[in-house]
């Protein structure tokens, strides 16, 4: 029974067939490890590449449009349509926020020096009269603010046109002649025009993150609705999740000292939840407005680069089938015409004997 199997395993392994498949398999792993993975790198440094550049155009553009609003609520703030409200403000707000059609900017709103809503001119919906804004950050820090400086606020939830409606307010303090304060004028960008008009055009595939962060590590606008107007260092740590301190100490190091780069980290494909993590290509870049840094954090997951190498899959493995056939036909062959030598071989040598009792 050994003899039968050491003859069945001697025979396999002088087999030109057990070559040939030791051969596609040699080649396979060949092309894999070297070819799929240089691919892989390449299409990685490619697509981080790409984010990069998107990240810095997107930065410059959006700092832009920020910085735009914010002069602009600063000089109107000082109007006296504004500074003494009375029937003109009601035209002006109109007229103002006319100006700024096809913007995300979607209102314009007066407050008192109590914090109540007095004036105010909207786009898309409108929103409701004598509600209360004292207790919002950006009001409390207008008590304190000079004339000529404005703040832009994290993503809020509108309370003046009902849930799931979030604005980023920009804020500039209303300062009378004798210096007392007013109240404040606010300039409401929708978030949902910012992603469609900023933020869309920025993303590498469907599945792309976009977040812009304030120093102190508070959103001004994220992807999901969940972290809007959140921490986004206090949310990693709250909602812990494997390598989360570490991905909360990175970004803690990277808001210190805001400048643009590239890295790629795992976290939760989902918000708030724990498994499965999901790799994601990161890059980011500050955008810089006055007095200020924010910076704009585009993520996308890596296993979007597996659909762009779907092709390249394809084709090594057609290659090596392609190599594998041709090498087993050559295969044949030689095995063909070494058989045939060899038989000839052996005619010859048993013609001999024959030859000579014949004589």
């Given amino acids: 029974m050994f003899k039968r199997l050491a003859l069945k395993f001697s025979n396999l392994f002088n087999s030109i067939f057990f070559f040939a498949l030791l051969l596609l398999v040699f080649l396979g792993v060949v092309f894999y490890v070297f070819l799929g993975k240089g691919a892989r790198d390449a299409l990685t440094e490619q697509m981080l590449h790409r984010e990069q550049s998107n990240a810095r155009a997107g930065a410059s553009s959006i700092a832009t449009f920020f910085e735009l609003i914010g002069n602009s609520v600063v000089i109107m703030s000082d109007r006296d349509e504004i500074v003494k409200p009375g029937p003109q403000t009601d035209i002006f707000l109109e007229s103002a926020i006319s100006r700024w059609e096809n913007t995300p900017v979607t209102n314009i709103i007066l407050t008192d020096r109590d914090g109540k809503v007095i004036k105010a001119a909207y786009r898309e919906l409108p929103g409701e009269a004598d509600i209360s804004l004292a207790d919002r950050e950006y009001f409390i820090w207008a008590k304190n603010a000079e004339s000529s400086d404005y703040y832009v606020s994290a993503a809020v939830e509108s309370r003046l046109r009902g849930e799931n409606y979030y604005v980023v307010p920009i804020v500039s303090p209303v300062i009378d002649k004798g210096g007392d304060f007013n109240g404040v004028l606010i300039m409401g960008v929708s978030v949902s025009s910012l992603t469609d008009q900023y933020m869309n055009h920025l993303k590498i595939s469907d599945k792309t993150e976009i977040y812009i962060i ?35 100490g990175r970004l803690k190091e990277l808001l210190k000292n805001v400048q643009e780069g590239k890295l790629e980290v795992a976290y939760p494909e989902n918000v708030g939840t724990v498994f499965p993590l999901k790799t994601r290509l990161i890059a980011y870049s500050p955008i810089s407005t006055k007095d200020r840094e924010w910076i704009l954090v585009i993520a996308t997951p890596t296993e979007d680069i597996l659909v762009s190498m779907t092709p390249i899959y394809f084709r090594q493995a ?42």
């Fill in 318 to 359: 057609v290659s090596v089938l392609i190599i594998f056939l041709a090498f087993l036909g050559f295969s044949v062959r030689f095995a063909k015409i070494y058989g045939y030598k060899e038989a000839m071989k052996v005619l010859h040598k048993e013609k001999k004997p024959f030859s000579k009792t014949s004589k």
């Fill in 214 to 248: 304030k120093r102190d590590g508070n959103f001004i606008y994220a992807t999901d609705e969940e972290l809007q107007g959140g921490n986004a260092i206090e949310f990693i740590i709250e909602h812990p999740f494997l390598g989360n301190e570490i991905l909360a």
